[in-house]
């Protein structure tokens, strides 16, 4: 059984940066052609996906961050990484690392529990 | 705003059966597939359905998903008090970025 999970501060400053990890077990990001993905959500809102990273690192980001953006992977550790530079209070939410399965289509089949990160100073 | 457009909430009585849309354009659903989500509070996003109408395993048959054009819909059955949840669309656009639609708030009665 594929898990994920999000590590990071909960904490982060006005126009700092804000750094994430999700962590994989159960199963390799380097094997199969799955791609591993970052949602957020923010407040009492709906979801919002923030980009995507293949084994390759090859990635895929939201057009309205991708200026803010950079998401990277370490297969050794069974880790990606989201990095979002520049943050505000607009940035405050809960961010969830998922997998994204290709088969029959596109899909988010597996997902972390999700960790909260607050952009206040 | 969504790109992928959904009713706010919806509403059934145990028993009932509930349809929920989810609208794109052709760039999106038109040409893509579409998969359901069920969220229920404080928890993480769950898959209910993939390619359009595909269950995965351990969802009850009660769901069911199905996709016409540039809209899809998710029907639940047998309508249950466990069922209340907040419920999203997701497909892919033609550039490979991903959709979500605003969710829908279903309550059971």
């Known amino acids: 059984q594929v898990q994920l999970q999000e590590s990071g501060p909960g904490l982060v400053k006005p126009s700092q940066t804000l750094s994430l990890t999700c962590t994989v077990s159960?199963?390799?990001?380097?094997?199969?052609?799955?791609?591993w993905s970052w949602i957020r959500q923010h407040p009492g809102k709906g979801l919002e996906w923030i980009g995507n990273i293949y084994k390759s690192g090859s990635t895929y980001y939201n057009p309205s961050l991708k200026s803010r953006l950079t998401i990277s992977v370490d297969t050794s550790k069974k880790q990606f990484s989201l990095k979002l530079s520049s943050v505000t209070a607009a940035d405050t939410a809960l961010y969830y690392c998922?997998?994204?399965?290709?088969?029959?289509?596109?899909?988010?089949?597996?997902w972390g529990q999700g960790t909260l990160v607050a952009v206040s100073s | 705003q969504s790109v992928l457009t959904q009713p706010p909430s919806a509403s059934g009585t145990p028993g009932q059966r509930v349809t929920i849309s989810c609208s794109g354009s052709?760039?999106?659903?038109?040409?893509?597939?579409v998969s359901w989500y069920q969220q229920l509070p404080g928890t993480a996003p769950k898959l209910l359905i993939y390619s359009n109408n595909q269950r995965p395993s351990g969802v009850p048959d009660r769901f069911s998903g199905s996709k016409s054009g540039t809209s899809a819909s998710l029907a639940i059955s047998g309508l249950q008090s466990d069922d209340e949840a907040d419920y999203y669309c997701a497909a892919w656009d033609d550039s490979l970025y991903g959709l979500f639609g605003g969710g829908t708030r279903l309550t059971v009665l």
């Open positions: 052709n760039s999106n659903i038109g040409s893509n597939t």
């Open positions: 998922a997998r994204v399965n290709p088969v029959d289509g596109r899909y988010f089949d597996y």
């Open positions: 159960g199963g390799s990001i380097s094997s199969g052609a799955y791609y």
